[in-house]
């Protein structure tokens, strides 16, 4: 793993009016607590240093909307620093294990890292919060709670205290699809003894229904589908599954997914490197994660739609889960959140505050989005 830091001669200042999306007040990594940005020209960077880092991720390179949030960042902080804080993502694999980015971002031996959260459960089971809680928030909502709620602020609270890390949201896939199954599941019966890909919180749900659940990077699931390691899978949505083919494995294609209604990625910086950047540098990270965040969102909901077309026309059998198997989860995995809120308090502080977040903005956009989409989608 290459990684060069050039200091040219002159100060590590400003040396210009700082344009990015500079916060009001600070987090441990000078994030935010409210979210609030402000627009301006970029600085001068004359006497500002080239960095050149690379970036782990969890993503093979073919998953471009997904591996696409690394890469957004990267071209916008290389625009937003005139070129000279250059980041090259790297595809799962190459500098770290998929589901290893964390750690080795917060050892340093890699400087930063793209990743989900939820994938590090076992270290705590309050990175939860940084990608998605089951029957939780939708991604406008989730983006809300993380900017404007103090989500990420607890987070990165979180994340500096046991983790030597600061994060920021660089992506969200939207909620997406239920999984992909080899038989139908027409029941919770049918879920017992059932051998599913699915990680973070929604596989521990699942386990509580009687799942065997497995936690695998997305580059093997058609492979233990295809042999018959497992039965069932869930990675994004119709875009991304049709990429991976495991409409070619599998064919009953389950909605929704309610595990991951609004799930964040994120970009993830080890602490001791983080602090050595000029304030110049680190606004201009925070912008570029934000737009990250905003354009793989996009890009999910623009071509979502039309794979999921090819998909049936090709011969896959949607299905919705029934309303006693969504009734169960949803059950299983509040007194999931109560379990870990009892003997967890990093989980109890930062549920909290997410829940009662959850319950303001459910009974706002029931009131208007709601209302709304029940008239229009029914019309």
């Not at 990594?29 to 960077?45: C, L, M, V, Y």
């Not at 190459?94 to 959260?117: D, K, R, Y």
């Not at 709620?149 to 920021?168: D, S």
């Not at 879920?191 to 509580?208: D, S, T, W």
Request: glycine residues 10%.
């Amino acid at each position: 793993m290459k990684r060069r830091v050039i200091l040219q001669q002159g100060a590590w200042g400003l040396g210009g009016a700082v344009a990015m999306a500079a916060c009001s007040s600070t987090s441990p990594g000078g994030s935010s607590g409210n979210g609030s940005t402000e627009t301006a020209q970029a600085p001068d960077t004359t006497d500002l240093p080239t960095i050149e880092w690379e970036m782990a991720t969890s993503w093979p390179v073919s998953l471009d909307t997904i591996f696409g949030g690394a890469q957004v960042l990267a071209d916008r902080l290389a625009s937003l620093t005139q070129g000279k804080f250059k980041v090259t993502p790297r595809a799962a694999g190459e500098l770290a294990p998929p589901l290893e980015v964390l750690n080795v971002v917060s050892q340093g031996a890699v400087p930063c890292g793209h990743t989900a959260a939820y994938y590090y459960l076992g270290k705590s089971p309050a990175l939860a919060f940084g990608t998605a809680l089951p029957f939780g928030l939708m991604a406008q909502q989730q983006n809300a709670w993380l900017y404007e709620g103090g989500g990420l602020q607890q987070l990165q609270e979180l994340y500096a205290r046991k983790f030597n890390l600061i994060q920021f949201p660089a992506g969200n896939t939207g909620t997406q699809m239920g999984g992909w199954f080899r038989k139908e599941i027409k029941t919770i019966a049918d879920l017992k003894g059932l051998k599913m890909r699915l990680p973070g919180l929604g596989g521990q749900v699942m386990a509580k229904l009687g799942v065997t659940v497995q936690t695998l990077p997305g580059g093997e699931i058609f492979q233990a589908l295809q042999t018959g390691a497992i039965d069932a899978a869930e990675w994004v949505g119709p875009y991304d599954d049709e990429k991976l083919g495991v409409n070619k494995v599998a064919q009953y294609y389950y909605y929704p997914g309610w595990w991951e209604p609004g799930a964040t990625l994120e970009v993830q910086v080890n602490l001791n490197e983080w602090n050595k950047l000029p304030p110049a540098y680190q606004a201009a990270w925070q912008t570029a994660a934000m737009e990250a965040n905003l354009t793989m969102l996009c890009r999910y909901e623009s071509r979502n739609n039309e794979a999921l077309q090819r998909l049936v026309e090709g011969g896959v059998q949607l299905r919705a889960y029934s309303p006693d198997i969504l009734a169960a989860a949803q059950k299983a995995a509040f007194e999931l959140y109560d379990e870990f809120a009892a003997k967890d308090p990093d989980f109890q502080a930062i549920y909290s505050n997410w829940k009662a977040f959850r319950d303001r903005i459910y009974a706002w956009n029931k009131l208007n989005e709601f209302a709304f989409a029940g008239f229009s989608y029914g019309s």
